[in-house]
């Protein structure tokens, strides 16, 4: 990795309902200097053709070394697009990243973003997880 933006990644288009809502949820953390601090962003890349991809900020959480954050938010998109990537852009190269999970999921009634975050505050190993049974995770 030399860039923040060359993070996991994956496709997710084949997965995404127009005008669904979906909530995302990721537990992470950054490791390197005592004193670190540093943003980890979850972005939508959306590509369209050959057009230049459009770029969808989800959330954004300030890790400190060594503290597992939660990363929180939502969105919806009017049209899929021809592919919709999810990656998480992570703390300049010479930073190790962690992941513990993350979760997205259409929102339902049954499965408000608070209760998805206790179920995995309290759940620390695990890193996939099914939040209901109206809707599959999409990841």
């Given at each position: 990795?030399?860039?923040?933006?060359?993070g996991l990644?994956?496709?997710?288009?084949?997965?995404?309902?127009?005008?669904?809502?979906y909530k995302?949820?990721?537990?992470?953390?950054?490791?390197?200097?005592?004193?670190?601090?540093?943003?980890?962003m979850a972005t939508l890349r959306l590509e369209n053709n050959n057009a230049s991809p459009n770029f969808l900020s989800l959330a954004r959480v300030k890790a400190s070394v060594g503290k597992w954050e939660q990363l929180m938010g939502?969105?919806?998109l009017e049209v899929i697009?021809?592919?919709?990537?999810?990656?998480?852009?992570e703390p300049p190269a010479g930073f190790n990243f962690s992941?513990?999970?993350?979760?997205i999921y259409p929102v339902s009634k049954s499965n408000s973003i608070e209760s998805v975050a206790q179920k995995l505050m309290i759940s620390e190993g695990e890193?996939?997880?099914?939040?209901?049974?109206?809707?599959d995770n999409i990841i």
């Open positions: 990795r030399t860039d923040y933006w060359q990644e994956q496709d997710i288009t084949t997965r995404l309902i127009p005008k669904m809502q995302i949820l990721a537990s992470v953390r950054v490791e390197g200097s005592p004193q670190s601090i540093h943003s980890v939502t969105f919806s697009p021809e592919r919709a990537v999810f990656y998480l852009e992941l513990r999970s993350v979760v890193v996939n997880r099914s939040f209901g049974d109206e809707h």
